[in-house]
């Protein structure tokens, strides 16, 4: 009979502590230690609305424009500089009004067009200094744009930026929480293997939230992907489930979450309806009217406003 995944990985882990041994999990587990409050938002203003446009998301690729009157923004730039004009063409944004780019961390998947982008269009980049190092753009960010930390926020082309460590198996991956001239709030994990406190303490009283849903837990235990990677997958410092996602829903519905965009779907591990469905019924059980927007691999989600 097959057992569920975390089974598996729980007698693993007990066959080689037995052995004298310890997981490579157990080393790599984040020290989560309880976050300091966040400081309550600022109160919305009138203005343009904040316009979000995700240009493509997965393992193939991910990058997200924002927009916010004369404010724009690229987080990570995961396709070529090609195809990222491409995309932005095809949604009407033009590339040469951005402000700068942020990185989340240096995975191919995030950052693949981020040198040649910047440098063909004279953009500061800003990451963390281990993003940064890993992605070779350390000298491009001393010339324009600059290191990044964690519980610092910085304004940013326009925008506050308020980056916050993740667990994944990158140098030094954050989520953010980005906020527009008009209070507007969008949160954004791309790549976070479990809920933490402080991800989930900082994850809170958004308009939109941009949320990792990777993979469907029986989908990937049944899948074609080799024990090795199963377990990266699905370990602390892997990707957020379907169902990992909507439990910790409950604790960031807020009354002005108006959105949750489902990001990095895997299209080996995971079906748009499942994760559409997981995150729809989480809502419905808290009463929350937001709206649930799936993102795609090979074309842009059309722009999505908050007003």
Known sequence: MALPLENLFSRRRR????????????????IDPEPEPAPPPA???????????????????????????????LIDAGFSCKEIVKRMQEIGFDAKTLG???????????????????????????????TLAGAGL?????????EIRSGAPREIAGFVVEPFLI??????????????????RIGLVADIGC????AWGRLRDLDLLILETNHDLDMLRNGPYPWTLKQRVAGRHGHLSNR??????????GDRLRR???????????????????????????????????????RPTPWLEVT
């Open 15 to 30: 066959a080689l502590e037995s052995a004298g041994q310890q997981s490579l999990l157990d080393f790599l587990a984040p």
């Open 43 to 73: 109160p919305r203003r009138a203005g343009p609305p904040l316009r979000v446009g995700v240009l493509g998301s997965g393992s193939g690729g991910n990058a997200v424009v924002l927009e916010s009157g004369p404010h724009r923004l």
């Open 100 to 130: 700068g780019i942020v990185l989340t961390h240096e995975h191919q998947d995030h950052c693949k067009g981020a040198r040649r982008f910047l440098n063909r269009f004279k953009l500061p980049v800003y990451g963390t200094p281990g």
């Open 138 to 146: 350390r000298t491009e960010a001393a010339k324009a744009g600059g």
């Open 167 to 184: 667990p994944h198996d990158a140098s030094e991956p954050v989520g953010f929480v980005i906020e527009d001239p008009c209070g507007r």
């Open 195 to 198: 809920r933490t406190s402080l």
């Open 244 to 253: 990992e996602a909507a439990e910790g829903l409950p604790e960031l519905v």
């Open 260 to 298: 949750v965009v489902l990001y990095h779907l895997s299209r080996t591990n995971n079906l748009p309806a499942l994760a559409a469905a997981a995150i729809g019924e989480a809502l419905d059980r808290e009463g929350c009217p937001a709206q649930v927007t799936v993102t795609e691999q090979d």
